[in-house]
């Protein structure tokens, strides 16, 4: 396995030297693609529309249809009045105005209705007359007015739903036909609607007036709008925090670029190809997809830039250490992509349709930005000067920051009893929490009156208005029997049931037309307020109310009189009321109504299906997402046991989430449900590079606890910037002042700061507790550039094996002063790295002569004392100096003309960083010979030592035949 991760990591070191090479062609393609895709983006078309949330062929749509068939669209805007007296003869005359603009210049105008032009139902001698409650020619004699107040006062159901009771609130109510195709428009019906009502109540002749627009159509298109400016401000705020901390924490304007140009890019190309396509977006949810991308590209970037920064100061080779960070995270952040990508489509199995979008779109966003950021941050980096290398690096230590966590990564192995008990009483307990959790989609709740356009729909619902309703249908199964009087009686009982409810405000049917016509025709006695007696007597009732110019029945009843209609207003929306109410509804309409087909449509019930839809989508999409990312995490580790192992860590910060959700009141919502799959997918993303390091490690080490010092040295920093990142990322959203987007900042910043200290604590302690990697190995040392590691390959040539290679025999194949001879003037001073029992170091003594110096280095001391006792025998001892490496490095700060790697090179378990500090013990213009074995060392593996080589800023020079050897000149360039 370990061998198959490093070929992965050698893949992706040559992809390094192909985008170093060609950056250019790179940075211009992307440049070409951003410049293709903005028409694409601007022609990207919204979808705020609550049908947009429901899948085609859904019970609710087709409803609807059913229903917009018979009795057109039940849509309609409110514009709520207030006066210290609506019957004044000029709040009269400002409503009029106002209606003829409203059915004149509104798209999809029906009819207006307001107490200054209502169709008011009087009796006479010769049965009733439907006239205008306020005459044309508006009056202005106080007692004149004050009739038309009393008239209207004698209609109960026009009290507190068309005027308030103390007469200082009116109604002025547009009525809409159904919502032609606008297709090719940039705007949907509602949002058109709504648009133009508000532009006609800005016009300064109403501007002296207190008006209000309310309605689903003004709710849409005030949302809209909201949410385009909110998450336009969010993005940008968002942006600017990651370039303040990418610009502190790592101090370098193309990591600060590079990650920021790479989201903006990814955005882009997803919403250009949605625009082009003519996929919809749905603005209320897609700043979230959008601000996860950018916190998404920038912690995929700073993994990269954080393993750059940490070989560049170590090495001071710019390229090399490009190419040691894409062949280090390449492979890691691929896998994080995959895991990603599986939690954000376990959305699609959510029966919503906008939930569904948001899967598929954060997908593709992460698609996207996943080559952007392998090609576009290497390329960017590998641009500037060399520079020599930071000390504390070079040693393999590191800043305070990588001090830190090895000694975090101490205290984590020495406290692992603690942690799994800490950890397992504090998850037993956010779990007994989560069973509190309540599902409620109720706008006020979800979003807050501090959104203004919320705020101030919910006041005119608080008022005489309302915002949530839903329609109750009766088809009976003849034409007529709509009109049959105990069909009425019970309708008229049902609509009293439901008003003494607590979350019913009011009713409305065909049997408010009925009573009143009842007592209008019995001289406007009170008493007769009811459903006349008699099938004949309310159907001539109705003929006469069509008759004298009457036509409100049509919104409650069809031509035939099959249907019934019951608008039923709510005060709130509760998920559990509402459902239960539901329910009762059915129940009570099958006992009243047997031979009627029932039926139920409204914004409301869309809502307690989107509930339901709710529940069972999150369990499915965290199972799902659970399932596929632990199968992916055992396939791609080749553990079973460190796949689970990977896992634990993630379940964690979802069940704290959740926890954290119960005892704060934060209802699941159409943004909070979001937080599960979303912390699977991202919070996963550092336990794989934790794990994916650690295991690496320990395959090169053999041990737990140098594993575990190493991988909190190199990949703690990054897991602890990119968290602290995607908390500031998500800490935009609470700035927000509506309560989706700030809940959704604090669960999500829980989730991830709980995973976090899982990935620090649980991570470690579970794989060292458990053993998941196999039991330890004896310790076997091979020197490095950096430090001495333990050797990645399991070998080290002992010095009982020099003597079969280190002999007389062996000059026939590489005769010292004959092979070396070019590269090794007489008073130079030469390295053998390597040196074992010094072949190669008594032959280049002989050649620098008495003026010269050979430093022959080794990780073993035999070989060295060894190597003393025969320079002494061969005379040359004045000329040759040993030097044992130390567990900090080679600890040499001389450079040389001239140095040798002769069949070593390939045991070193990091050859860039070996390469990269023979650079930096050569002089300018100094060569550099590496010998290999031919029987060890394949074609492809030595062309792999030469990029390494390259990448560290040697310039190869030539390809020498040596026999049983490949082998390749460098040279340092002249400075």
Partial sequence: MSQRIERINAWFRRRAVEIIRFRWLIIVAVVVLNILSIPGVMRVEQDNSMEGWLLEGDPLRLARDEFEEIFGNNDYVLVLVEADDVFSSETLAMMRRLGEDLEEEVPFADKVTSIA??????????GIIVDELVPEEIPTDPGALAEIRARAMTKPFLVDRLFSQDGTQAAVVLRLHK??????????????????????????????????????PVFSAEKELWFKREGARLFSLTVLVMMIVLGVSLRSMRAVFAPIFTALSAILWVFGIMGYT????????????????????????????TFFKQHFLATGSRKDSVAHALEHTGWPVLFTVFTTVLGFLSFTVVEISAIRWLGFAASGLVLAA??????????????????EPDPDFARGGGGRMETGLVRLGEWVRGHGRVIIVVFTVVTIAAGISMTGLVVDTDSLKVMGRRVPFVGKIFYIADQIGSLYAYDVTLEFPEDGMAKDPETLRKLDALARELEETEIVKRTTSITDIVKDLNQVLND???????????????????????????????????????????????????????????????KRCEELFPDARFGLTGIIIQFARMTNYMVSGQIKSVLIALLCISIVMMVAFGNVRLGLIAMVPNIVPVVLAAGMMARTGITINFTTMMVAPIILGIAVDDTIH??????????????????????FRTVGTAITMTTVIIVLGFSVFATSVSKSYSHFAAVSIVAVLSALLADYFLTPTLIMKTRALGEERQKEIVMTSETTHENAHGHVCPKWMAHTFDNRFRRLFHPPQKLLGPYVPPGSTVLDIGCGLGFFSIGMAKLVGDDGLVVAVDIQAEMLEELEKRAERAGVAEQVVTHHATPDGIGLDRQFDFALACWMVHEAPDMAALMSQVRSLLKPGARFLVMEPRMHVSETGFEETITCATLAGLRLTERPRISLSRSAVFERPQD
């Fill in 117 to 126: 032009r209502l169709d008011f139902t009087e009796g006479t001698e010769d």
């Fill in 690 to 711: 934790y794990i994916n390091h650690f295991k690496q490690a320990f395959h090169r080490t053999g041990r737990y606890e140098q594993a575990n010092r190493e991988t």
């Fill in 179 to 216: 919502y032609a195709d606008m297709s090719g428009s940039e705007a949907r019906g509602e949002v058109l609607v709504g648009a133009k009502v508000n532009e006609i109540l800005a016009r300064e002749e109403y501007r002296d007036h207190r008006l209000l627009s309310g309605g689903m």
């Fill in 370 to 387: 996943y080559p952007l950021v392998m090609a576009l941050t290497p390329a960017l980096l590998s641009f500037g000067r060399d520079r």
């Fill in 278 to 305: 003519g996929v919809k977006m749905i603005p209320m949810i897609a700043t979230i997809p959008v601000m996860l991308l950018v916190v998404i590209s920038v912690g995929y970037s700073v993994h990269i830039v």
């Fill in 524 to 586: 406007g006695d009170p008493a007769y307020y009811t459903v006349g007696e008699g099938r004949d007597l309310v159907a001539q009732q109705l003929l006469l109310y069509e008759m004298s110019g009457g036509s409100d029945q049509e919104n409650w009843v069809d031509y035939d009189y099959r249907v019934l209609r019951l608008n039923v207003e709510l005060r709130r929306f509760s998920s559990t009321q509402v459902e239960d109410q539901l329910h009762y509804v059915q």
